[in-house]
């Protein structure tokens, strides 16, 4: 590593430190990456700023990075890629191999401009209907299914292109274009193509805007100092790699670089090196032939004091020039600014590759020992740039001869002296002033024909004067390459810099080898540890202080074991509702506009590597645009996988199969589905993942019809608004919603209800909270500018099943419920629902992981990284599966309730995909202690069919230990007191728990609380009618003979409920908090008979409750029991409820107490706990009934007003009910592996 120095100490560094100094090619492998957030294109772009040469390319692991570039350069890319990676992506590893140059581009990879291989018949069988584009009606024009044999996902240019090149002079900028630039493999570089307006500075300060289309520049020119040279140092320094750039007379001179397209110099023969410098005699110039003699052809302006010019053959050597006199006797090459080639162009490829061994061609012609590396002391040729005065006494030695001071600094060898040569740095700091320029030596000079590239290039409209008074300005130098500090970071990648002049007949390698690699950057920079995770690392000490061109490319992704992630599906961003509203966008009111930033993933993945081939696009090919756009790194659909535009992409129709009505495609089509939205239709309407069911949200009578039809009587439904605006007239919005609203996952957020006349009553009856969503679509986003109202948007499926996906599914299942489609034909390869939030006071609480959020990967806790690959497949309720890997835990978008066999078959689908999509091989598999749960059956067959063990965990523990993975609890921490409260789990004593209290780390937990037990009367049944629970919880408490059951179970099966009661027959002991909560609820009158959804009487009581939070702070007693575990007996809470009851409290106060008592129970119950010696290090937080959030905020009050300091843990990333579940069971079959209880 250096520190910045002044450049004249540059060169010294490289015999102090060859090793640093020496260009080496690695292999630089990135786990842990996930696709389809832009992290390719984030790498190309790095490279290209740190002046690397090389390729990127997915395979299964992750991102494999061939670079090539000096230590410095690598590191500093390397810490800008973790600080620059998009903001959805990881770095966990790095694996760093040195490779050879020449296996930069090994044979086998092939560049971005080659095909793809054609897909076998196996894989395109495995195509079948998942990856190919779903049927359209027969109405509307067929689409192409398959793709054809070979796909082309990047390309680069390979013949003439427009680039725009950039004179930089002080704060002016002059930009042409450049018309017949050709990129080859090496050098060549995607080059931004974007519409920028350009300011052309005339002489006198004048501008003129000039808008031009094109890519930005390839070409970038910065301020150079020049030296003088007479005769023998021209031939001398063009043996040595010198090369010839332009110069301007103004203080801030321009200066050219010289780099090949393709790993060649573009040369010219016939132009020799007079016609150039406008002194050749043979072309008649004003220099006369007897003056030039022999050594015409090489004559310079010296830079001495302004207004001192010397002659310009130099009377201290006039025609003995040897090196003058082999200029003579060859033919001169040119490489000319504009690029255009003459017939007798030779390649340097015939020579070899830059980093291919390769002889130089010294000063005498003699070759030079070749190199199998390029290190930056054999490159310090390019470094050397003097301004000096002329001689003032001959001297035979060359650098003596060329006015150039050889005890400046080291610099090159002299082969004939020995001496180096090279700048001071005050030297590299300050020009000379401006001299008076020649006219008669620009009638034939790089002046002129600049002069004629801007003629031709510049728009026409352009005064031609301007180009005179270019010309005017231009004078031709000889230069040394050095590195060019910039004043300030360049804000795009600069491209390969234009050959200008050379005068050989062929200089050889030793010119045109050194323009291949990078000019090294000149940097500051810590050392780079790369450990195994990027946490690691401090990078705050890296500064970038110089870039250099070169080529990098993407590559076709390659096949292999997959480690990588999948970004989840991201709402549709800013730019493309942009490019969706304009008029004059190709993509206006095209309802599949996406890019880098947003769109689907998941969605339409079908394997990974992330390609367009393995997803549902692989069907539509791109159009010539959209392919420009996909292979322009300017670009930010640059390598957008779903990209496409109504030209060559999926097609949206409308259709109303009950009617017999003509179908109607794109436009009219979204028109006509708000229509029958606005007129009371209910819509099946195909989205992102999945197929919903919409109608107008504020008409009462459609949203009672399409409860009745999809047997949804009073769950909630969700609600999408076209804007802010619309949601503020039905529903508060706290800055905190508002954010995650307009974020990347816009998720469904339960907002509190401002308004409840504004939305139909059936939309949430009795609630004080409504699921809003905003359009995450373009779909959406036109669907809801047209329907101008608040919309119903609920998953299409019925009762029992779970969510379509297909058109042809959506037609039978839907076809009594929809009264019309809205459907496309891009697959859905992956199901995934809306996910839901809640905004607590201090956190985010996740109700439901799903679109926007999944399969975003989460962290194992420390401690537990290193463990095998473990399945964990949830519970039967709101279930989620997980796979962890490399130490992250992947889980699965929300599955859902297996309740039915649709909904097992679809789960056992989902098992299968997600494992094929991450070819993830687990050591075990992880499943809920329930004996008769249907996710442990699947579990046992899969276990049994992969020959691996099956481990059975507790449910509430798995509670528990989400949390503490969730919040990164260390695996060396101490225990836990965990609170895990919810409606069912199986324990370890045969009854069903569910209000625990659990001394816990993940590898154990002991059962040291709970709820005082009661039956649950019927099983099942007791989760579905709470008036069981009452019964239930007056036995339990010994509460039967001081009410009167006849009034309170009138009508119920009281002889049934007491036998049961009594023998326990199909009645088991619970703990359950849930169904406590379900008999309060049936006490207090606001729980129906029969429950239509989970959770209904609890949320009823929770809503009752908070209508009276500002009136009444007391809070019923449940009494603690010491004695095999510490009992929460709730006879005193029943006691009070009955009394109340008989005096008329209102029943919100009653709901009140018995949040407040419940919650001031369990702190109390922890102070008992540690009291006794039981020591924990924070209270964690797990199951369903934290989901209240009224009983959350019981529990931190009740917290703050105890003696009680530690932490109280909820998750924050996963659900604090069973959608959470696989993640405990993950992290806790991680510590029995590295146990090695298993």
């Known amino acids: 590593m250096f520190d910045a120095a002044p450049l004249g100490e540059y060169a010294m560094a490289s015999t102090q430190d060859e090793q640093s100094l020496t260009m080496r090619a690695e292999e630089i492998r990135v786990v842990g990456v996930v696709q389809g957030v832009g992290f390719r294109p984030t790498v190309y772009r790095l490279a290209i700023e740190c002046g690397l040469m090389g390729s990127v390319a997915n395979d299964g692991v992750g991102v494999v990075i061939r670079i090539a570039g000096y230590p410095d350069q690598i590191d500093v890319f390397l810490q800008r890629l973790y600080q620059e990676k998009p903001p959805l992506s990881r770095i966990d590893t790095l694996i760093r191999t040195p490779i050879a140059l020449s296996e930069l581009m090994e044979p086998g990879l092939p560049s971005s401009s080659d095909n793809l291989p054609a897909v076998s018949p196996s894989e395109s069988g495995a195509l079948g209907k998942l990856a190919a584009p779903e049927q359209l009606p027969e109405q509307l024009p067929a689409e192409s299914a398959t793709e054809s044999a070979t796909e082309r996902l990047t390309s680069l240019p390979t013949g003439p292109s427009r680039f725009t090149a950039t004179f930089e002079s002080g704060s002016d900028d002059l930009t042409w274009d450049e018309h017949s630039i050709a990129l080859g493999q090496q050098t060549a570089m995607q080059i931004q193509r974007n519409r920028q307006a350009t300011r052309v500075h005339n002489q006198q300060g004048q501008s003129t805007e000039n808008q031009l289309q094109g890519p930005r520049c390839p070409l970038h020119l910065r301020p150079e100092h020049r030296s003088s040279y007479t005769d023998d140092p ?145 490159l310090d040729q390019l470094f050397d740039s003097s301004p000096t005065a002329a001689p003032s006494e001959p001297s035979g030695d060359w650098g003596a001869r060329s006015g150039i001071r050889p005890d400046v600094r080291p610099g090159i060898s002299d082969r004939r002296s020995g001496d180096r040569v090279g700048p001071s740095d005050q030297d590299l700091n300050h020009g000379p002033s401006d001299p008076k320029l020649d006219a008669n030596r620009l009638d034939h000079g790089l002046g002129q024909d600049l002069a004629q590239d801007l003629h031709q290039t510049l728009d026409p409209e352009l005064s031609n004067s301007l180009a005179e008074e270019l010309a005017e300005l231009l004078e031709p130098a000889i230069d040394r390459l050095r590195p060019l500090e910039p004043t300030e970071p360049p804000t795009t990648p600069l491209g390969p810099i234009v050959p200008v002049v050379v005068d050989d007949a062929d200089p050889g390698p030793a010119l045109y080898t050194p323009l291949q690699p990078p000019t090294p950057i000149v940097s500051r920079s810590a050392p780079l540890p790369v450990s195994h995770r990027s946490q690691a690392l401090d990078l705050s000490s890296a500064e970038l202080l110089g870039r250099s061109p070169l080529s990098f490319r993407i590559l076709e992704s390659q096949s292999g074991p ?65 392919q420009r756009d996909y292979d322009n790194p300017g670009d930010r659909r640059f390598h957008a996988q779903p990209t496409a535009c109504p030209e060559c992409g999926p097609r949206i129709w409308f259709e109303r199969p009950s009617q017999q009505r003509p179908i109607v495609k794109d436009e009219q089509a979204i028109a006509q589905a708000a229509e029958a939205i606005r007129q009371g239709a209910i819509v099946a309407i195909k989205g992102l993942g999945g197929i919903h069911l919409a109608c107008d949200a504020t008409q009462e009578a459609v949203v009672q019809r399409l409860r009745v039809r999809k047997h949804r009587p009073h769950k909630p439904l969700a609600v999408m608004a076209r804007n802010l605006e619309s949601v503020r007239q039905f529903c508060v919005v706290s800055d905190h919603e508002r954010s995650l609203l307009l974020g990347g996952a816009a998720p469904i957020v339960l907002l509190t209800i401002r308004d409840s006349h504004y939305l139909a009553p059936s939309v949430a009856p009795d609630m004080t909270e409504a699921g809003v969503m905003l359009p995450y679509s373009p779909l959406h986003h036109l669907l809801m500018s047209a329907v101008d109202r608040p919309i119903v948007l609920t998953s299409g499926n019925r009762a029992g099943n779970p969510q379509c996906i297909d058109n042809h599914e959506a037609h039978l299942q839907l076809q009594s419920i929809a009264d019309a489609f809205l459907l496309h034909n891009r697959s859905i390869l992956n199901r995934v629902d809306d996910s839901v ?105 899969l276990a049994k069919a992969l020959e691996v063990p099956l481990l059975r965990i507790q449910h509430h523990h798995a509670h528990i230990a989400a949390c503490l993975a969730d919040n990164q609890w260390g695996f060396d921490r101490p225990p836990v007191l965990g609170i895990a409260l ?67 179970f009138a009508q119920k099966p009281l002889n049934l409920l007491t036998g049961m009661a009594q023998t326990g027959f199909n009645s088991p002991w619970s703990s359950s908090c849930g169904r406590l909560f379900d008999a309060v609820a049936a006490f207090l009158g606001c729980a129906p008979d029969c429950l239509s959804y989970e959770g209904q009487a609890a949320i009823a009581l929770e809503n009752l409750a908070r209508q009276a939070w ?36 209102p029943e919100a106060v009653m709901a009140l107490r018995f949040h407040r008592g419940l919650a001031q129970a369990l702190v109390q119950a922890a102070q008992t706990l540690k009291q006794q010696g039981l020591h924990f290090g924070a209270i964690a937080c797990g199951g369903g009934v934290f989901q209240n959030r009224l009983l959350l905020q019981c529990l931190e009050a009740a917290l703050m007003a105890s003696n009680l300091h530690d932490p109280l843990l909820l998750p924050q990333q996963v659900p604090v009910n069973d959608g959470g579940l696989a993640l405990g069971q993950t992290a806790i079959a991680a510590a029995w592996l590295q146990l090695g209880h298993v």
């Open 562 to 626: 997959v480690r990588t992630q999948i970004a989840p599906d991201t709402a549709t961003c800013a730019a493309c509702l942009r490019d969706l509203h304009d008029p004059d966008s190709r993509y206006y009111h095209y309802p599949f506009v996406n890019c880098t930033h947003c769109g689907p993933r998941l969605t339409v993945i079908r394997s990974l590597p992330y390609d367009r081939v393995r997803t549902s696009m692989v069907g539509f090919q791109l159009c010539p645009d959209c």
């Open 234 to 378: 021209v031939a001398e320094s063009l043996a040595e790699g010198s090369v010839v750039t332009a110069e301007t007379a103004q203080p801030a001179p321009w200066s050219a670089v010289a780099v090949a397209d393709d790993g060649t110099i573009e040369r010219q023969a016939g132009k020799t090196y007079g016609e150039v410098m406008a002194m050749d005699p043979r072309e008649g110039s004003s220099v006369g032939q007897g003056e030039a003699g022999n050594h015409g052809r090489s004559r310079w302006l010296d830079r001495g004091p302004e207004g001192e010019r010397p002659s310009p053959i130099d009377p201290e050597h006039g025609a003995e020039s040897e090196s003058a006199g082999r200029l003579d006797q060859v033919d001169p090459v040119r490489t000319e600014l504009n690029g255009h080639s003459g017939a007798d162009q030779t390649d340097l490829g015939d020579r070899g590759n830059w980093d291919d061994p390769r002889s130089a061609v010294d000063g005498n012609g003699a070759a030079a020992p070749a190199s199998d590396s390029l290190s930056r002391s054999r």
């Open 1110 to 1145: 500002d009136q009444d702070q007391q809070a019923y007693p449940i009494e603690l029991r010491s004695e095999s575990l510490l009992w929460l007996h709730p006879q005193p809470l029943w006691e009070a409820l009955i009394l109340d009851r008989a005096l008329g409290l």
């Open 837 to 941: 939030v809640r905004v607590l006071p201090t956190s985010v609480q996740v109700i439901r992981r799903s679109r926007g959020y999944a399969p975003s990967s989460i962290n194992l806790p420390p401690g537990l990284t290193n463990s095998p690959p473990i399945l964990a497949l949830g519970s039967d309720l709101k279930n989620t599966i997980c796979l962890s890997r490399d130490g992250q835990a992947i889980l699965s978008p929300h599955l859902g309730d297996l309740d039915s066999p649709a909904c097992l078959q679809a789960y056992s689908t989902a098992i299968a995909d997600l494992r094929n999509l991450f070819d993830h091989r687990p050591s075990a598999i992880a499943v809920d202690l329930h004996p008769d749960g249907q996710a442990v059956k699947v579990g046992e067959s």
């Open 982 to 1048: 919810d409606g069912f789990g199986w324990g370890s004593d045969g009854t069903v728990w569910g209000g625990e209290l659990l001394w816990t780390t993940y590898e154990q937990y002991h059962r040291v609380g709970a709820l005082w037990p009661a039956r649950l009367l019927g099983g099942n049944r007791a989760a579905q009618e709470p008036w069981r629970n009452l019964y239930a919880q007056f036995h339990a408490t010994g509460l039967l003979d001081r009410v009167d059951s006849e009034k309170w």
